[in-house]
Every structure is written in C-alpha cells, then in structure tokens.
C-alpha cells in the first residue's frame, strides 16, 4: 500500500514543483541541456555507449557528491582495472564538473525521475552490475526495482543529518523497507550509523567507514597558480591578509562586508574575497557590496579589468574555482553556517592549513564536526558578533591563526583513507 500511495503521491508533488525547477533552470542556465535524459529518453549515442559494457552505476545528486564519486571511481577501477561506470548526476553544476573529470571509458547523464516507468525503461538500457547511490539519495523506486531485477545496490558515504532523520522516522515503514535492500551502506560516523539503524537498515550491513570527503580533499597546483595570478591582477599586495567567505548563501554575504568594513579600519591591509554558493546570484551579491559601498572585481569579468588600484574585494562569481582561492587565503568562513542551515565543507580549507570559522549550523557534518572540534582545529562561533569577534583575533594574533591552520590540516592528513576502506568493503560484497 506504501509504494502505490508514493507512486500515486510523486507525480503530484512532482507536478506541483515544476514550475521551482523551470525557474532554476532559467536562472542557473544549464539545466535545459539534455533535459529529455531526466525522463528517460538517451540520445543514440549515449544509448549505444552504455548498452557498450555492462556498468556500475554511480548516483551523485550534486557538487560534493560529484567529486566523492569521482574519487570512489577512481579508487575501484584501481582494485577493478576491467570496470566501466555510468555516472548520473542531478545538477547542471555537477554536470559541468563530471564533465570536465569523468574518464574516457565512462558515460554521464542526468538522474532519471523516480517513477516506475522510467526507471524500468532506464534500469533496461544500462543494465548495470550494480548501483552505487553517494551519501543519501534513498530513491524508493529505483532501489525496489533493481533489487526485484537482482541488481545489488550499496551506499558510499552515507551520512544523515537530525532533520532528515526526524523526517524519515515518520515514514518508517517506507524506509525499513528501501534500506533493507542496500547492502552494504557504507557510513561515515557513529551517528550516522545509528541513524540509519533507527529508520530501519539491517545492521550487519551498516558499517563505518569514515568519510570519503578527507580523502576527496586533493591540492591542484594549477589552479592554485590561477588564484594567486588573479590576486596580482587586480594589484593585491603579497602581503595582504586575505579573509575568505566560501559557500556563502544569502544573508552571509551582507555579515561579511559589514564586519570587513569594520575589521579594516584597524587592519589595513585586510582584502576579502566572497565565493557564493550559486554564481547565479552574483547580482544579488553586488547588491550588497553597493550597499556597503564597497569597490569589487567580479572574477568572471577580470579578463577585461584594466583597473590600476586594488578594489576593496573580489567576487569569485564562477563555477568550481573555490577551492582554487582557499589555498591563497589566511581566514576562511565557511557559509551556509551563520544564517543558513546544513554548512559547507570544512575539509578543502582546512587542507591548505588555514584558519577556518564556521557558524552554528553544521549539521551535514555530523561525522566531521567533532574530529575537528576535539582537535580545536576550526573555531565555531554561534552568531554574527562571534563570527566579528573571532576574525579579529586571529587578525590580532598572527601565531595563533597559523596554529590554526597546522592542526586543520593535520587533522585531514591523519583521517584519510576511507576510500579504500569502501572500496574493500565493496569488493567484498
């Protein structure tokens, strides 16, 4: 009886949210591209490429999910040189990345909607080995229907955050049964597997892995080059202390320039850099600097910038260039913390050894949080005069912040390795 009232339920809520995502997909651009891959429908190509092998198939719902698949990916076609994967993905975003990372042999495409009649159509053309969802992307119908089709399905990194979990638990009975069939679900720390037992999931088959995101945190010298030339174009001074807002959602934007202009007053030689979550927000966003009245250089227009002083800030308003500027920061706020819920990821800046601040509100990181808590490598504040307040100490106290920094990075360097972890546990499976 669940799974027809969530058949019948679905195409609603589906059709009812239709008119959000048309919108997103005029605002963000991109999400137009292949659309007919959503329902089902592959192009010749794409058809006969992935009727070619037989594949694993790697969900990834979006841009942290994409670069955890892409290094499950690569980890397993280490230990299963003969392997191909298809690689689905639901943002125009990860799009774009997958893209740019996805070896030869592998295919990309959208993530189908969850309805038995496309997924069926679907599950036919790839006909995969075995399906491979990263981090939470529990789709009731694909996951019933390639386990009625012998068709393992497992979990990479599964992580469950309180809101999720106390939404689940309403629907137990749906749960119970669609984590009963991925075997094994790989997770990331003690709560998350509790979490997952709670709503159901066998628990010989939850197992603790650690998470994939400190193995997924690697260093590009290219592109760290590109930050760092971008900085002497708009005549940023080698010696500038650089304060980074990455990920930042709305609200946060608007907190940083008012304490940047505060904070500059007594440290003149502060810059800062904001990154958004969405560059399609960039208007948005300079809204604020304006606001302010603050000069900025938008990173998407510094090929015509002819400027021959230092604007007061750069907006970094491209795609996939963040972690790129966190290696020529000194403080790092991470966003969708301070006035958002859910935060960003923590681990690519602390990978560079940086200082890095977080807001109140981390709860996608519940297996991360305490790892770097217990070592007191970030610091937490729980609001806007904590976020002020910690900025400037670590403005006042050079050593400290780069003590910081040495025990962020310490911390990435001692939890690597839960890629291979699931890739054994995998293999084993």
């Known amino acids: 009886m669940l799974w027809i009232l969530y058949n019948l339920l679905f195409p609603i809520v589906f059709l009812f949210m239709l008119p959000k995502f048309i919108s997103r997909m005029l605002k963000r651009g991109g999400y137009g591209q292949h659309f007919e891959q959503r329902i089902g429908h592959f192009g010749t190509l794409t058809k006969a490429r992935l009727r070619e092998h037989r594949r694993v198939w790697v969900h990834a719902v979006s841009v942290g999910e994409i670069y955890v698949a892409l290094r499950f ?41 969850d309805l038995p009649v496309i997924i069926n159509k679907v599950l036919r053309i790839i006909n995969p080995q075995r399906i491979i969802l990263v981090e939470g992307e529990f789709w009731p119908n694909l996951i019933r229907l390639a386990d009625k089709q012998g068709i393992p399905v497992s979990l990479v990194n599964g992580r469950m955050s309180e809101r999720s979990y106390k939404g689940y638990l309403k629907l137990k009975s749906l749960t119970a049964d669609i984590l009963r069939r991925i075997k094994p679900i790989c997770v990331q720390g003690e709560v998350d597997a509790e979490r997952m037992i709670g709503i159901g999931a066998l628990p010989e088959e939850v197992h603790i892995m650690g998470t994939v995101k400190f193995d997924v945190a690697e260093r590009d010298p290219t592109g760290e080059k590109t930050a760092a030339d971008a900085l002497r174009k708009i005549h940023v001074p080698e010696d500038a202390v650089i304060l980074l807002g990455g990920s930042t959602w709305p609200g946060e934007e608007a907190a940083l320039c008012v304490l940047y202009k505060k904070l500059r007053v007594a440290f ?50 491209t795609t996939g260039e963040l972690r790129n500027f966190y290696s020529v920061a000194d403080i790092i706020f991470v966003g ?66 780069v003590e910081l920094g040495r025990l962020a990075e310490q911390v990435v360097e001692q939890n690597r390795g839960a890629i291979e972890r699931t890739v054994e546990r995998m293999s084993g499976n």
């Open 336 to 401: 969708k913390s301070l006035l958002e819920h859910g935060g960003q990821n923590p681990i690519e800046p602390a990978m560079y050894g940086k200082a890095v601040v977080v807001g109140p509100n981390m709860e996608n990181f519940p297996a991360v949080m305490p790892v770097f808590l217990k070592s007191e490598a970030l610091l937490q504040v729980a609001d806007f005069q904590g976020l002020e307040n910690a900025i400037a100490k670590l403005l006042e106290n050079p050593d400290d912040r």
């Open 268 to 317: 003149p030689k502060l810059f800062l850099i904001v990154v958004p979550r969405h560059a399609e927000r960039r208007d948005e966003v300079v809204a604020c600097f304006e606001e302010e009245g603050l000069s900025y250089v938008r990173r998407s227009e510094m090929a015509d910038f002819q400027g021959l002083e230092q604007p007061d800030l750069l907006l970094v308003d």
């Open 73 to 113: 990916i690569k980890a397993y076609r280490a230990a299963h040189p003969d392997c191909y994967f298809a690689l689905s993905t639901t943002t125009s975003t990860a799009h774009a990345i997958g893209m740019k990372e996805i070896d030869d042999r592998d295919v990309l495409f959208y993530f189908p909607v």
